[in-house]
Every structure is written in C-alpha cells, then in structure tokens.
Nanobody, 126 residues
C-alpha cells in the first residue's frame, strides 16, 4: 500500500510564505508524476501543480504560477510545495497525489492520480 503524508500547513498572513511537504512510502512504487491539488470550502478540488519524477518538469495552474514552486527529493521520497506571496484565496486543504501513468504535459486532473494524501489545511488571513 502506498501512503502519502502531507505536512507544513498552517495559518499565515497575506503576503507570507508556507512550505508544504509530501512524504510517500509503502510498497515499491515508481511514480511518474506527483502533484498538488487544493479544495476550498464549497468548491471543487482544483489542480495546483505537478512535477515529473524522472526529469523534474513542472507544470502549474495559472492562479499560482510565479508564486508557487514544486520540487522533489528522490532519495528521501519527498515532494515540496513552496508557496510565496500567499493570498486569502489560496486558503484551502492541500492534497498531494501520485500517479504511475504518463501524461503528456503533466497530469492536471484529479482522476489521473491513483494515490492521495489526507490533506493539510492552509489558511491565509487578510
């Protein structure tokens, strides 16, 4: 069983920064891509960004481009989401996800991912 565990959420003022981490463990799993999604109250889960595991190509939603950065550490089986210049509209539960399937341009739909973490709350105050 593959497990993904997010950490690093919390409360921050607008303009501030937070760094989320996702650690994955379990049976042998060869991830093709890992991604971040978020879900705000009353809204659908939305794509934030993704990183390909082989060559670290990253793809971001327009709403976070230039503010958020995804990176990965193969040796430690972790992925991070560095969030800068946070806005109140970034408030949501953030989820990490993983897939072993290849998608051209990076997977940006939740159904393209097979494994999910439990989520971590990020709250940005105005």
């Amino acid at each position: 069983q593959v497990q993904l565990v997010e950490s690093g959420g919390g409360l921050v003022q607008a303009g501030g920064s937070l760094r989320l981490s996702c650690a994955f463990s379990g049976r042998t799993f060869s991830a093709e891509s890992m991604g971040w999604f978020r879900q705000a109250p009353g809204k659908e889960r939305e794509f934030v960004g993704t990183i390909t595991w082989i060559d670290s190509m990253t793809y971001y939603a327009d709403s976070v481009k230039g503010r958020f950065t995804i990176s990965r550490n193969n040796a430690e089986n972790t992925m991070t989401l560095q969030m800068n210049s946070l806005k109140p509209e970034d408030t949501a539960v953030y989820y990490c996800a993983a897939t072993a399937a290849y998608y051209s341009g990076g997977p940006n739909r939740d159904y393209q991912y097979s494994y999910w973490g439990q989520g971590t709350q990020v709250t940005v105050s105005s």
